[in-house]
């Protein structure tokens, strides 16, 4: 059977027989179906990760829902859900069973491929010197700390170089060692007036009249415009800067989106691999314009929801400004040259504030000016111990796509520092619980998060027909004693929705298989039926290996979950 390798498939099974379309009344009390997944889930959730540090720097977990305050536009929030992530890939739930059995209480990460990294390097924003040396580092770095459950992928903001999740450590260094500089914006050693992108924007978008003057100095200054009077020099200067601003700008907003294009398609193609997530953005930074925030929220927003952390390292390492700016550039006028200083370090600490926002935004790791890149390798490819994820429903939220500053503190700081979401955009329109239930089954399928509201008993069996070929039955037993029904029309009614899928030892989804099972259950067999439970078999055509088979279970009514991993070997 050939893997799938880029996105979920979810196959249905035929109507069973028995089943037919009479009126409810004398429908058979239990039947699967073909159906779209239909979960009721909490509409516009938004879902703040948090990081909370100790004095020392080291992520702490003992924090509880009561010690943090969550603010939208200053307005203090209900925290609706919260949890605590561990950086093994389990979960810790605020709230357990007091009789849930103990092995339902602890999550476990099946021995296989667990642990994702992507290392998305910015081809398209980073200098040769400094892409080189951040290439070796990583280099060093992987050579030294992959385990046998780490896979690692390499990716390009230009898309001119990548390699999927593998462990073969030669064939990821080989693909950096082809990453090379793809900007379609460069400076010319000797262009004047020489515009960044940070100048271009304070000109164009926000009309800075001591911007566009500073650049028209240094225009008049290199000789670029000579007028028959001062003031006509001062005009063709200005009407030349505004003109490279909006070339520069054009050029810089266009990579800029692809960039972020790019970093989206990584998280999508993330949230397809199971236990932990991580990506490193290796980048000397890009400055996101007003235009382009919306994709950078949407950005931070979608890794969020599919627990993907995205950790940032600035490229550029220890990094000074040259006083009295670039000396490579023949700018005559001290002025100007003062000018080009101020501009050149606000540049800086603007490009790298993408970095931080990214990092903040998703619970991840920011390392900037230092120039052990291998440390930053290390720091930024580690997720914190813990993360908390606090979830919050927005009261009145209107569909007007304005941006929602968020704010979170704990009630005893003691020297704790704290990384979260600073934002979100409101949506513009409501969401669809149809696409709401999709996303939510696709993000516990790829998780390795045992759950247990539902009590549920997994096994696996396999046969050989062939040395070559085999045969995975999942057999899944589904207890219904703790699930809500419906009462409606005469009969008990909740759906439940049971998806099984096989992974390779790789992570990636070999398949997946989606049973919708609709219960209407009489009164006078009601409990009968639900002492009796629901079970179910799947089965799988593979080939010989060592597959990890994760069970996924929700019910409609109750909006509750189960998951269970199993590990298989055939031989």
Not at 51 to 74: H, M, N, P, Y
Request: proline content about 4%; some cysteine; charged content about 25%.
């Amino acid at each position: 059977m050939h893997p799938a390798r880029t996105r979920l498939a979810l196959l249905f099974l035929c109507v069973l027989p028995g089943f037919s379309q009479a009126p409810a009344d004398k429908s058979p009390e239990i039947a699967s179906r073909d159906t779209v997944t239909t979960f009721s889930s909490r509409v516009n959730l938004v879902i703040v990760p948090v990081v909370v540090r100790d004095a020392g720097g080291r992520a702490i977990g003992t924090l509880k829902k009561e010690d943090f305050q969550l603010f939208d536009k200053g307005k203090p929030q209900v925290i609706a859900r919260f949890a605590i992530e561990k950086a093994d890939g389990r979960v810790v739930p605020l709230e357990v069973a007091a009789d849930a059995p103990e092995d339902e209480k602890r999550s476990a990460v099946a021995p296989q491929a667990s642990r994702f990294t992507a290392y998305l390097f910015d081809d398209m924003h980073t200098k040769f010197g400094d892409l080189a040396q951040a290439r070796s580092a990583a280099a060093k770095y992987l050579a030294q700390s992959m385990k046998p459950a780490d896979r690692a992928a390499i990716y390009t903001t230009s898309g001119q170089n990548a390699v999927e999740f593998t462990d073969d450590r030669e064939k990821l260094i080989e693909t950096m060692n082809r990453i090379m500089p793809r900007s379609r914006n460069v400076s010319m050693a000797n262009a004047c007036p020489d515009i960044s992108d940070y100048q271009a924007d304070l000109i164009i978008t926000k009309n800075d009249l001591i911007a566009l003057n500073a650049s028209a100095m240094e225009a008049i200054a290199c000789g670029m415009v000579v007028g028959s009077t001062p003031a006509q020099t001062m005009q063709l200067a200005q009407s030349l800067v505004q003109n490279v601003a909006a070339q520069v700008l054009g050029v810089s907003e266009a990579d800029v989106q692809i960039s972020l294009a790019t970093l989206k398609a990584v998280v999508q193609r993330m949230a397809a691999m199971p236990g932990q997530r991580n990506i490193v953005l290796v980048s000397s930074g890009f400055l996101v314009t007003f235009n382009c925030l919306q994709e950078e929220t949407t950005v931070i927003d979608r890794a969020i929801r599919s627990n993907v952390t995205i950790n940032t390292l600035d490229a550029r390492g220890l990094y000074t400004m040259v006083p009295g700016g670039d000396l490579s550039q023949s700018i005559t006028s001290p002025v100007a040259a003062a000018n080009k200083a101020r501009y050149q370090t606000e540049a800086a600490e603007a490009d790298a504030n993408v970095l931080w926002e990214l990092a903040a935004g998703t619970g991840g790791v920011f390392f900037q000016n230092n120039n052990d890149l291998q440390e930053g390798f290390r720091r930024t490819a580690e997720t914190p111990e813990f993360l908390y994820m606090l979830g919050f429903s927005p009261q009145n939220l209107r569909f007007d796509g304005a941006y929602h500053a968020l704010k979170v503190t704990v009630k005893d700081t003691k020297g704790l520092t704290l990384q979260a979401r600073r934002g979100y955009y409101a949506p513009k329109h409501a969401s669809d619980p149809a696409e709401d239930a999709k996303e939510e089954i696709r993000v516990a399928l790829f998780s390795r998060e045992e759950m247990s509201d539902i009590p549920v008993d997994v096994q696996t069996q396999f046969f050989k027909p062939t040395d070559g070929n085999a045969k995975l039955s999942v057999l899944a037993k589904v207890d219904l004693k703790h699930i809500r029904f419906k009462k409606l029309d005469g009969r008990n009614r909740n759906t439940l929705n049971v998806v099984s899928a096989v992974f390779d030892s790789n992570g990636i989804l070999v398949s997946a298989i989606q049973k919708d099972v609709e219960m209407r259950l009489k009164e006078e067999t009601f409990e009968a039926r639900v002492a009796a439970g629901v079970a179910l078999k799947t089965s799988f055509d593979v080939k010989p290996g060592t597959y990890v088979v994760r069970l996924v279970v929700r019910d409609s009514e109750g909006q509750t979950m189960a998951a269970r991993n199993r590990v298989v070997e055939i031989p």
